[in-house]
């Protein structure tokens, strides 16, 4: 949303910027390193740290800063009060248990995909069994690169072509797996598939052994506001027996859920 520049804040969207460095690779960022991320000086990034710290959003040493569980409330907060979540999370819930498998609702944001509910085990069972799993780290907020996911490629077809062609301009697509596409061509085909079955299967590009189907999820004005995935292990099954097994039961799923979002 764009606002006139006199309505802008810029105090609260400098703490924003430096509260969202914080991520996997970061646990912990003293003042350069927060100023790097959220570009701005180290000063600035310092105060910022220092005023999450007094409200209890973060914690320290004196020197370096870390997430404190304070910061739940707000995701807490969305999904408590947030429609989605609510409307979806039944329907998941109810997915997973008839046929095993774990399944995530994702909307897109920016470059990358926001897990907004989920059901299904989160790793492999002792013996092994691949049939009840989970990526590694998934949970409710989890943040995944959109290039890189069955879930993200679903949302990026489904943008206007204009909208999609400036996602892509510019941008370089990180390698995250030996198998993630990376080429801006190919990705751009990729995502042409995924407009065109309405279904998209990613295998091994985001994490080493996880396979995903992603189809979209529709309003009933017809546009997309999410995608739901399963997943499953490339050991245990092909994306051809993956897609012939949950595709039609996923998308059935897709048309009950319309009416409600």
């Known amino acids: 949303m764009a606002i006139a520049k006199a309505d802008l804040i810029e105090g609260m969207a400098k703490g924003m910027a430096v509260m969202e460095s914080f991520d996997t690779e970061r646990q912990r960022l003293n003042a350069t390193l927060a100023s790097q991320r959220a570009g701005i000086t180290r000063a600035a990034a310092r105060r910022h740290l220092l005023?999450?710290?007094?409200?209890?959003?973060?914690?320290?040493?004196?020197?370096?800063?870390?997430?404190?569980?304070?910061?739940?409330?707000?995701?807490?907060?969305?999904?408590?009060?947030?429609?989605?979540?609510?409307?979806?999370?039944?329907?998941?819930?109810?997915?997973?248990?008839?046929?095993?498998?774990?399944?995530?609702?994702?909307?897109?944001?920016?470059?990358?995909?926001?897990?907004?509910?989920?059901?299904?085990?989160?790793?492999?069972?002792?013996?092994?069994?691949?049939?009840?799993?989970?990526?590694?780290?998934?949970?409710?907020?989890?943040?995944?690169?959109?290039?890189?996911t069955s879930t993200g490629r679903v949302l990026l077809a489904a943008l206007p072509r204009s909208q999609f062609a400036t996602w892509m301009k510019g941008r370089a697509l990180q390698r995250l797996t030996a198998h993630t596409v990376t080429g801006a061509k190919e990705f751009r085909a990729v995502v042409a598939q995924a407009r065109t079955d309405d279904f998209c299967i990613a295998s091994e590009e985001h994490e080493p052994g996880v396979l995903a189907l992603a189809v979209p999820l529709r309003n009933a004005q017809g546009r997309t506001v999410a995608a739901l995935n399963v997943v499953a292990s490339p050991q245990r099954v092909t994306p051809a027996a993956l897609q012939r097994e949950m595709l039609a039961q996923m998308l059935d799923t897709a048309r009950e859920l319309r009416a409600l979002m």
């Open 51 to 148: 005023t999450l710290a007094h409200l209890g959003y973060l914690e320290t040493d004196g020197s370096w800063f870390w997430l404190a569980p304070k910061v739940l409330r707000l995701s807490g907060s969305y999904l408590a009060s947030a429609r989605l979540p609510r409307v979806l999370q039944p329907t998941i819930n109810r997915l997973a248990a008839q046929t095993g498998e774990s399944f995530s609702a994702v909307v897109l944001d920016g470059d990358e995909v926001v897990i907004v509910a989920r059901a299904g085990r989160e790793r492999e069972t002792a013996r092994g069994d691949a049939r009840h799993m989970m990526a590694y780290g998934l949970h409710l907020g989890a943040r995944l690169p959109a290039h890189a």
